[in-house]
T-cell receptor, first 115, second 112 residues
């Protein structure tokens, strides 16, 4: 059972380059999201999707694009990388517990460095 | 604005003793509170949750306490084990995932 799979694990970019972080889940979860983790900041929501064909912005969406053509895949695109986008990125999907809480299942993370 | 705060960046305890991790929040509209645990080079994993209508939830060695009047929750680990050494994130949300907010995390070290 793979859960949430992210690729690549590591990436180094130069300022201005573009790239796509891939995310796939095999749990048939409708909700998927991207977070970034920075020191002292916790996890911040970049974009999310409540189902195929539907996406929306989170707390820190600038500089990122997403699409959701299938339930399984939710790629994150950096259009023109900036040093401020140096971070660890986590993709997640979610399920609801019996008590009603939405629980996120995270991928292993993608560490991005922008020079 | 940091709606969820974990004021202790790190905590060190002896194996077998109690670990208490604290979390404060500012938004009284949060309905659910969750704790996640993160090992190096891995994604966070769900540990335990509590809804706003309860003040305690227990799962084995882990207990979460919620004090709504103080807007404070805590995670108790008893007894602490070296394998519990990790970063613990507190999170809070309403009924939607898109409003989930995370604290900055507390690094717990359990010494043998």
């Amino acid at each position: 059972n793979a859960g949430v799979t992210q690729t690549p694990k590591f990436q180094v970019l130069k300022t201005g380059q573009s790239m796509t972080l891939q995310c796939a889940q095999d749990m048939n979860h409708e909700y998927m999201s991207w977070y970034r983790q920075d020191p002292g900041m916790g996890l911040r929501l970049i974009h999310y999707s409540v189902g195929a064909g539907i996406t929306d912005q989170g707390e820190v969406p600038n500089g990122y694009n997403v699409s959701r053509s299938t339930t399984e895949d939710f790629p994150l695109r950096l259009l023109s990388a900036a040093p401020s986008q140096t971070s660890v990125y986590f993709c997640a999907s979610s399920y609801r517990t019996v008590s009603g809480a939405n629980v996120l299942t995270f991928g292993a993370g993608s560490r991005l460095t922008v020079l | 604005d940091q709606q969820v705060k974990q004021n202790s960046p790190s905590l060190s305890v002896q194996e077998g003793r109690i670990s208490i991790l604290n979390c404060d929040y500012t938004n009284s509209m949060f309905d659910y509170f969750l704790w996640y645990k993160k090992y190096p080079a891995e994604g966070p994993t769900f540990l335990i949750s509590i809804s706003s209508i309860k003040d305690k939830n227990e799962d084995g060695r882990f207990t979460v306490f919620l004090n709504k009047s103080a807007k404070h929750l805590s995670l108790h680990i008893v007894p602490s084990q070296p394998g519990d050494s990790a970063v613990y994130f507190c999170a809070a949300s309403g009924d939607n995932n898109n409003d989930m907010r995370f604290g900055a995390g507390t690094r717990l070290t359990v010494k043998p």
